[in-house]
């Protein structure tokens, strides 16, 4: 089954404890994303990936980092979660940026 | 400052009855208006697309009506089933799918 896979589906951490919440596709797809949902805001793209080894920003990367060191998988890292990263984090997948996005079953992350 | 603003926030419709949601844009270079539905502990699923070369398009019960001049674009939903339930997003992006903006989000209650 096609699917885009987080780990994990819920997490209460601490401040400044780092944590990295994974993203692993089986589509074989060259575009990756991360996107954080709140209330009011809708999803802010926070990075994404074109393809192995090759990330930009999105619209609210700070305090986020990210990797693709592989095509299939995409980590999103926080080297010192504050309160303000509680969220719903998203991660989803296309063949190419130039086709619809598939999106994972979603994070919820709370910091305290 | 919200590029895409979506309204209304929440919307209660009778079986049968029309859904209707609003989006308005200010970027005029914005040229992909796609809607993304989301069910409760799920990612969001695109539901349906229009360029702005087009003023409507349907896809079954869904509907989307394009304003260009006005900025605008709507989700049209015939026939509102209790099934439909779920938060609608619109969006918009320049040039394909990968930096899409969303807007705030509507959450649709059809009652039986």
């Known amino acids: 089954e096609a699917q885009v896979t987080q780990n994990p589906r819920y997490l209460i951490t601490v401040t400044g404890k780092k944590l990295t919440v994974t993203c692993s596709q089986n589509m074989n797809h060259e575009y990756m994303s991360w996107y954080r949902q709140d209330p009011g805001l809708g999803l802010r793209q926070i990075y994404y990936s074109m393809n192995v080894e090759v990330t930009d920003k999105g619209d609210v990367p700070e305090g986020y980092k990210v990797s693709r060191k592989e095509k299939r998988n995409f980590p999103l890292i926080l080297e010192s979660p504050s309160p303000n990263q509680t969220s719903l984090y998203f991660c989803?997948?296309?063949?190419?940026?130039?086709?619809?996005?598939?999106f994972g079953d979603g994070t919820r992350l709370s910091i305290l | 400052q919200q590029q895409v603003k979506q309204s209304p926030q929440s919307l209660i419709v009778q079986k049968g009855g029309i859904s209707i949601i609003n989006c308005a844009y200010e970027?005029?270079?914005?040229?992909?208006f796609p809607w993304y539905q989301q069910f409760p502990g799920k990612g969001p699923a695109l539901l349906i697309a229009i360029r702005p070369d087009v003023s409507e398009k349907k896809e079954g019960r869904f509907t989307i009506s394009f304003n260009k001049s006005a900025k605008q674009f709507s989700l049209h939903i015939m026939d509102s089933q209790p099934g439909d339930s779920a938060t609608y997003f619109c969006a918009a992006s320049i040039g394909g799918y990968n930096k899409l903006i969303f807007g705030a989000g509507t959450r649709l209650a059809v009652h039986p």
């Open positions: 970027n005029t270079a914005f040229d992909y």
């Open positions: 989803a997948s296309s063949l190419r940026a130039s086709q619809p996005q598939h």
